[in-house]
């Protein structure tokens, strides 16, 4: 029993990451039709980004949060500006052409990210200072971390204001218009281009978010750790139903459960066979994933 | 490769003479290279196998795939294993690893058909993913070091090991593939994967069997890619795990990419830099992956369509007409439709709708926008299923079956937004009509297709335009292409939806003039229309739907006395112009 809560522990804890980085999947499949396979490497930049920015302030361990809060938000702020700047340079010229163009734009840039990286660190691991040693909530048989506690909290708080922005602001209502008709949202005002730069900009933010805690929590980062991640994330994304922003929350814990059951359970060398089986036989009996999407294909 | 010659003459040559020039050349070229270079040229030339194979179902289909090294590896594990555990001889592994492939293809392909296209592509880098895995965890396939000791191939009692022999077996493995593929490029099942690629929707309406389709260009393709999985075995004596990661599924996509969606010789040119550049980046290793996702990025930006793009075959089309179709033995009721009913969650489309054609007649459906008209078409049509209700074509009953089955029964139709595949030619979209008639697959086009396309262009005065892209035509002369194609198949009813929208009145009368050549012929012809004139002057009867429920049936001078129907829809004579019709563009 107390394993099982452990891994229940666990796997939410790595659901809030993925989560995260579903999210953008979601948003960004909304709004241009593209399964962004960047966006696993953006994921990779953001925890570079905050593993510099906690080396520049010279943390090197305990309970540093002024640095934390810091790293978290130089880390999204980078892949925010990152995202942004790809879909600008790289997908935006090709939103006439044929979607499988936009798609192998997107596999250019991925690698592209991940043999810059691989380049600037000489493909070696980085190791994370231990910031988040903040002692146990819970020890003994179930062990919980303030950490682990910290990063949940962090993810939901994120994921609020995401829900918060999509719904009650004029830029996330025209972004809700526009994954329904583009078309449509045009005529009636809506700046496409520019919305949709935004949305680059609001899902690679959360991404970021989401390397930097993936940072904290597992301490090692290297310039591959997004291809596996992003693979699950969306994974978890097409499970929620694309374009359904709460399915794919809902979906993205999930998918951590899985996959921190099944590594615990089975074995860790099968869980990504778990998981891909999953959504192959999700899809095949709900070809709209578990809660059904939210955007209509266009012929 | 060769100089640029004037494009016309280059396409001929290519088409005629360019692949035995390129075997020779390959050849002269095996004679000259030493062994590095030998093992790099068959290496590009197991790499042009794979593209060969993806260029099945990415390029033609255009189903993307984005774990193609998957079938590479079953390949590979099937003949590794047979020749390594069973002392199988490399001929006999061969059969053995392609139907291992067909069987892996049919598991992947048939659960996912109904799948967009992007899901597809992620449960296709899945399915990967998992060969890849289960073949790393697995004990009887050698786990992390796969599989060694795998003995050279052995051809008249020699044993094939040096690197110029292996050269000219890859180069002979792929000439059998690519005349295969050829072969394959001719058949009927090639120009419905092309329309299944420019719109699936369309495709099943007018006769192709869709979902059949699409599962064989995965099973095809899989069992062409799998050929080079023993071929690669046996080059290097080991199958190893590592290299059949998403990587290797990327760089076989980008084969076809590279070169040209559905382009033979651009999958040769795709091979080429793939295996090449890197050889020739050696020297700079660290940068080279770096390199190579830029040079993908500015291929995708500066030349999205590839190096050397498919260019559609001109159709050979019957200098004269040939002979006349046999005459559709049509008389008394084709279409009899009863009590036909849908409804969306708790909205009722259509109610209890009662329709009737016999041979020859024209019976148009009239009601303001959104009365259901469109949504009973497409009850009609298996397009989506009724709630309730009967539909009869020519004494069958056709109700729920898929869309290219009612088509094969003889029910054609057109689409209120026009629905053409674009990237074909004229000829091309018409032959597609042809399906409903005859659906065989693996044959070439017969003389009886070429007649029917050539008579159906000429009834509707397109032949001229017989080798220009869909896509180019002016509006008129879509909605006249449409009406082609869906009389390819010799329809025994018509459904055309909204036939005039956007006509001028020229258009609107030649159109009038087509609709009555076409119910001359004994076909039933049902119309949606917002042209009233144009409704009463060809119809010999009127249905007219207000919120899913008829208001009135009967003659057209009938129709225009009826009050209610003057209320609803018609309106009262002293509107400003009885004859304009608001119409909501969609």
């Given at each position: 029993?107390?394993?099982?809560?452990?891994?229940?522990?666990?796997?939410?804890?790595?659901?809030?990451?993925?989560?995260?980085?579903?999210?953008?999947?979601?948003?960004?499949?909304?709004?241009?039709?593209?399964?962004?396979?960047?966006?696993?490497?953006?994921?990779?930049?953001?925890?570079?980004?905050?593993?510099?920015?906690?080396?520049?302030?010279?943390?090197?361990?305990?309970?540093?949060?002024?640095?934390?809060?810091?790293?978290?938000?130089?880390?999204?702020?980078?892949?925010?500006?990152?995202?942004?700047?790809?879909?600008?340079?790289?997908?935006?010229?090709?939103?006439?052409?044929?979607?499988?163009?936009?798609?192998?734009?997107?596999?250019?840039?991925?690698l592209?990210?991940?043999?810059?990286?691989?380049?600037?660190?000489?493909?070696?691991?980085?190791?994370?200072?231990n910031?988040?040693?903040?002692?146990?909530?819970?020890?003994?048989?179930?062990?919980?971390?303030?950490?682990?506690?910290?990063?949940?909290?962090?993810?939901?708080?994120?994921?609020?204001?995401?829900?918060?922005?999509v719904?009650?602001?004029?830029?996330?209502?025209?972004?809700?218009?526009?994954?329904m008709?583009?078309?449509?949202?045009?005529?009636?005002?809506?700046?496409?281009?520019?919305?949709?730069?935004?949305?680059?900009?609001?899902?690679?933010?959360?991404?970021?978010?989401?390397?930097?805690?993936?940072?904290?929590y597992?301490?090692?980062?290297?310039?591959g750790?997004?291809?596996?991640?992003?693979?699950?994330?969306?994974?978890a994304?097409?499970?929620?139903?694309?374009?359904?922003?709460?399915?794919?929350?809902?979906?993205?814990?999930?998918?951590?459960?899985?996959?921190?059951?099944?590594?615990?359970?089975?074995?860790?060398r099968?869980?990504?066979?778990?998981?891909?089986?999953?959504?192959?036989?999700?899809?095949?009996?709900?070809?709209?994933?578990?809660?059904?999407?939210?955007?209509?294909?266009?012929? | 490769?060769?100089?640029?010659?004037?494009?016309?003459?280059?396409?001929?040559?290519?088409?005629?003479?360019g692949?035995?020039?390129?075997?020779?050349?390959?050849?002269?070229?095996?004679?000259?290279?030493?062994?590095?270079?030998?093992?790099?040229?068959?290496?590009?030339?197991?790499?042009?196998?794979l593209?060969?194979?993806?260029?099945?179902?990415?390029?033609?289909?255009?189903?993307?795939?984005?774990?193609?090294?998957?079938?590479?590896?079953?390949?590979?594990?099937?003949?590794?294993?047979?020749m390594?555990?069973?002392?199988w001889?490399?001929?006999?592994?061969?059969?053995?690893?392609?139907?291992?492939?067909?069987?892996?293809?049919v598991?992947?392909?048939?659960?996912?058909?109904?799948?967009?296209?992007?899901?597809?592509?992620?449960?296709?880098?899945?399915?990967?993913?998992?060969?890849?895995?289960?073949?790393?965890n697995?004990?009887?396939?050698?786990g992390?070091?796969?599989?060694?000791?795998?003995?050279?191939?052995?051809?008249?009692?020699?044993?094939?090991?040096?690197?110029?022999?292996?050269?000219?077996?890859?180069?002979?493995?792929?000439?059998?593939?690519?005349?295969?593929?050829?072969?394959?490029?001719?058949?009927?099942?090639?120009?419905?994967?092309?329309?299944?690629?420019?719109?699936?929707?369309?495709?099943?309406?007018?006769?192709?069997?869709?979902r059949?389709?699409?599962?064989?260009?995965?099973?095809?393709?899989?069992?062409?890619?799998?050929?080079?999985?023993?071929?690669?075995?046996?080059?290097?004596?080991?199958?190893?795990?590592?290299?059949?990661?998403?990587?290797?599924?990327?760089?076989?996509?980008?084969?076809?990419?590279?070169?040209?969606?559905?382009?033979?010789?651009?999958?040769?040119?795709?091979?080429?830099?793939?295996?090449?550049?890197?050889?020739?980046?050696?020297?700079?290793?660290?940068?080279r992956?770096?390199?190579?996702?830029?040079?993908?990025?500015?291929?995708?930006?500066?030349?999205?369509?590839g190096?050397?793009?498919?260019?559609?075959?001109?159709?050979?089309?019957?200098?004269?007409?040939?002979?006349?179709?046999?005459?559709?033995?049509?008389?008394?009721?084709?279409?009899?439709?009863?009590?036909?009913?849908?409804?969306?969650?708790?909205?009722?489309?259509?109610?209890?709708?009662?329709?009737?054609?016999?041979a020859?007649?024209?019976?148009?459906?009239?009601?303001?926008?959104g009365?259901?008209?469109?949504?009973?078409?497409?009850?009609?049509?298996?397009?989506?299923?009724?709630?309730?209700?009967?539909?009869?074509?020519?004494?069958?009953?056709?109700?729920?079956?898929?869309?290219?089955?009612?088509?094969?029964?003889?029910?054609?139709?057109?689409?209120?937004?026009?629905r053409?595949?674009?990237?074909?030619?004229?000829?091309?979209?018409?032959?597609?009509?042809?399906?409903?008639?005859?659906?065989?697959?693996?044959?070439?086009?017969?003389r009886?297709?070429?007649?029917?396309?050539?008579?159906?262009?000429?009834?509707?005065?397109?032949?001229?335009?017989?080798?220009r892209?869909?896509?180019?035509?002016?509006?008129?002369?879509?909605?006249?292409?449409?009406?082609?194609?869906?009389?390819?198949?010799?329809?025994?009813?018509?459904?055309?939806?909204?036939?005039?929208?956007?006509?001028?009145?020229?258009?609107?009368?030649?159109?009038?003039?087509?609709i009555?050549?076409?119910?001359?012929?004994?076909?039933?012809?049902?119309?949606?229309?917002?042209d009233?004139?144009?409704?009463?002057?060809?119809?010999?009867?009127?249905?007219?739907?207000?919120?899913?429920?008829?208001?009135?049936?009967?003659?057209?001078?009938?129709?225009?006395?009826?009050?209610?129907?003057?209320?609803?829809?018609?309106?009262?004579?002293?509107?400003?112009?009885?004859?304009?019709?608001?119409?909501?563009?969609?």
């Amino acid at each position: 029993m107390s394993e099982f809560v452990q891994y229940l522990v666990n796997g939410l804890t790595i659901g809030a990451f993925l989560a995260l980085i579903a999210l953008g999947y979601s948003m960004i499949y909304g709004v241009v039709r593209l399964i962004n396979f960047a966006h696993g490497d953006v994921f990779m930049i953001g925890a570079f980004a905050g593993f510099g920015t906690l080396t520049t302030l010279g943390v090197t361990g305990g309970t540093a949060l002024p640095a934390i809060v810091a790293a978290v938000a130089v880390g999204a702020l980078t892949t925010g500006v990152v995202g942004t700047g790809i879909a600008r340079a790289a997908y935006v010229p090709l939103l006439a052409s044929p979607r499988l163009a936009l798609l192998i734009a997107a596999i250019g840039v991925s690698l592209a990210l991940q043999e810059g990286v691989k380049v600037l660190t000489d493909a070696r691991f980085k190791s994370y200072p231990n910031t988040l040693d903040g002692g146990q909530i819970l020890s003994g048989s179930v062990r919980v971390t303030w950490g682990q506690l910290a990063l949940v909290v962090l993810s939901v708080a994120l994921m609020a204001g995401l829900w918060l922005f999509v719904t009650r602001t004029m830029t996330g209502t025209a972004m809700r218009a526009l994954a329904m008709d583009r078309d449509a949202a045009r005529l009636q005002g809506v700046n496409v281009e520019r919305l949709i730069l935004v949305t680059f900009f609001v899902g690679s933010l959360l991404a970021g978010a989401a390397g930097v805690m993936y940072g904290l929590y597992y301490t090692q980062i290297s310039f591959g750790m997004g291809f596996l991640i992003g693979l699950r994330a969306f994974t978890a994304a097409v499970l929620g139903g694309i374009g359904n922003l709460p399915g794919t929350m809902v979906a993205g814990v999930a998918i951590g459960l899985v996959q921190s059951f099944s590594a615990g359970y089975v074995s860790s060398r099968w869980t990504d066979v778990i998981i891909f089986g999953l959504l192959i036989a999700v899809l095949a009996f709900r070809p709209t994933g578990l809660f059904g999407e939210r955007v209509v294909e266009r012929a | 490769m060769r100089a640029r010659v004037e494009l016309g003459r280059a396409e001929q040559v290519v088409r005629y003479g360019g692949w035995p020039s390129l075997v020779v050349v390959a050849l002269v070229a095996g004679q000259a290279m030493d062994d590095y270079g030998l093992t790099v040229g068959a290496t590009i030339l197991i790499y042009a196998i794979l593209g060969l194979g993806i260029n099945i179902v990415v390029g033609y289909a255009g189903l993307l795939d984005l774990g193609f090294a998957a079938f590479f590896a079953i390949g590979a594990y099937t003949a590794g294993l047979l020749m390594v555990e069973l002392e199988w001889n490399f001929w006999l592994t061969l059969p053995a690893a392609v139907a291992a492939a067909a069987v892996a293809g049919v598991v992947i392909g048939y659960p996912t058909l109904r799948l967009r296209s992007d899901y597809l592509a992620i449960v296709t880098l899945g399915f990967g993913e998992i060969i890849r895995i289960t073949v790393i965890n697995l004990e009887v396939t050698g786990g992390p070091n796969g599989l060694t000791g795998i003995p050279p191939v052995t051809l008249g009692g020699r044993e094939i090991v040096m690197p110029r022999d292996f050269y000219h077996l890859a180069l002979a493995f792929f000439v059998v593939v690519l005349a295969a593929t050829a072969l394959l490029a001719r058949t009927r099942l090639a120009y419905a994967w092309r329309a299944v690629r420019a719109d699936d929707t369309a495709a099943e309406a007018v006769g192709v069997p869709t979902r059949r389709v699409k599962l064989l260009a995965y099973v095809l393709g899989a069992m062409t890619g799998a050929v080079a999985g023993p071929l690669n075995a046996a080059q290097l004596g080991t199958v190893d795990p590592s290299s059949f990661t998403f990587l290797t599924s990327l760089m076989i996509l980008l084969v076809v990419i590279i070169g040209g969606m559905g382009s033979r010789p651009g999958v040769v040119i795709g091979a080429v830099v793939i295996v090449a550049l890197p050889e020739v980046l050696r020297e700079v290793q660290e940068y080279r992956g770096l390199f190579f996702a830029l040079l993908l990025i500015l291929i995708v930006l500066l030349r999205p369509q590839g190096v050397w793009p498919y260019r559609p075959r001109r159709f050979r089309l019957p200098a004269g007409a040939g002979p006349a179709p046999e005459p559709v033995s049509a008389t008394g009721t084709l279409l009899e439709v009863a009590g036909l009913s849908r409804s969306f969650g708790g909205v009722t489309a259509v109610a209890d709708l009662a329709l009737r054609a016999d041979a020859g007649q024209v019976v148009s459906v009239i009601g303001p926008n959104g009365a259901g008209k469109t949504t009973a078409f497409n009850c009609v049509t298996g397009l989506i299923p009724p709630s309730a209700g009967t539909v009869v074509l020519a004494g069958r009953d056709v109700r729920g079956r898929a869309p290219h089955r009612v088509a094969a029964a003889g029910l054609a139709r057109t689409f209120q937004s026009i629905r053409l595949f674009d990237e074909m030619t004229v000829a091309e979209n018409v032959l597609i009509g042809r399906f409903a008639r005859d659906r065989r697959l693996l044959r070439p086009l017969s003389r009886a297709d070429l007649d029917a396309v050539r008579r159906c262009l000429d009834f509707v005065g397109l032949l001229d335009a017989a080798d220009r892209p869909a896509g180019g035509l002016a509006y008129g002369d879509r909605r006249r292409l449409e009406i082609a194609r869906a009389l390819a198949g010799d329809p025994r009813v018509l459904l055309l939806d909204e036939p005039a929208a956007g006509a001028n009145p020229t258009e609107k009368r030649a159109l009038m003039g087509l609709i009555a050549r076409i119910s001359a012929l004994g076909t039933a012809v049902v119309l949606i229309e917002h042209d009233v004139a144009l409704v009463m002057s060809i119809s010999d009867r009127v249905t007219v739907l207000e919120h899913g429920r008829t208001i009135a049936v009967g003659p057209p001078a009938e129709i225009q006395e009826d009050q209610r129907v003057i209320a609803a829809y018609l309106g009262v004579p002293d509107d400003p112009d009885p004859d304009l019709v608001p119409e909501v563009p969609r």
